[in-house]
Nanobody, 118 residues
Framework: VQLQASGGGLVQAGGSLGLSCAAS????????MGWYRQVPGEQRELVAG???????NYADSVKGRFTISRDIAKNTVYLRMGSLNPEDTAVYYC?????????????WGQGTLVTVSS
C-alpha cells in the first residue's frame, strides 16, 4: 500500500487549509485511515482518524476546527483544517491500517508540512 499525501503549505493564523491522502496498491482493504502530526523533538500525535467501524476520533486540540472526511471508493481521506494557529504547525502524516493474510499493517504517507504564521 502506498499513501500519497498532498496539500499543506504556509497559512496565516486564523486561516484554513486542506490535506488529502490517497491509498493505492493491489489486493488490500483499508480498515482505518487518518492523520497524525509531529513537531520536531516531540512524539507523533493523532490529529483525526476514521476507525474500522467508520466513526471518527479527533484530538481535543482540534475538535471544532478540523474535519476529517473520506471517499471510500477512492481510498482517500481528507482533512479540512480551520481556525489554524501557530501551534498547529507540524509535519502531518496520513496513515492507513490494512489487513492482509490475517496480519494487520499500518502504512504511512510521506508527510506534508503545515506552517501557520502568527
Amino acid at each position: 500500500v502506498q499513501l500519497q499525501a498532498s496539500g499543506g503549505g504556509l497559512v496565516q493564523a486564523g486561516g484554513s487549509l486542506g490535506l488529502s491522502c490517497a491509498a493505492s496498491g493491489s489486493g488490500f482493504s483499508i480498515n482505518a485511515m487518518g492523520w497524525y502530526r509531529q513537531v520536531p523533538g516531540e512524539q507523533r500525535e493523532l490529529v483525526a482518524g476514521f476507525t474500522s467501524r467508520g466513526s471518527t476520533n479527533y484530538a481535543d486540540s482540534v475538535k471544532g476546527r478540523f474535519t476529517i472526511s473520506r471517499d471510500i471508493a477512492k481510498n482517500t481521506v481528507y482533512l479540512r483544517m480551520g481556525s489554524l494557529n501557530p501551534e498547529d504547525t507540524a509535519v502531518y502524516y496520513c496513515y492507513a491500517d490494512s489487513t492482509r493474510g490475517g496480519v494487520g499493517y499500518r502504512y504511512w504517507g510521506q508527510g506534508t508540512l503545515v506552517t501557520v504564521s502568527s
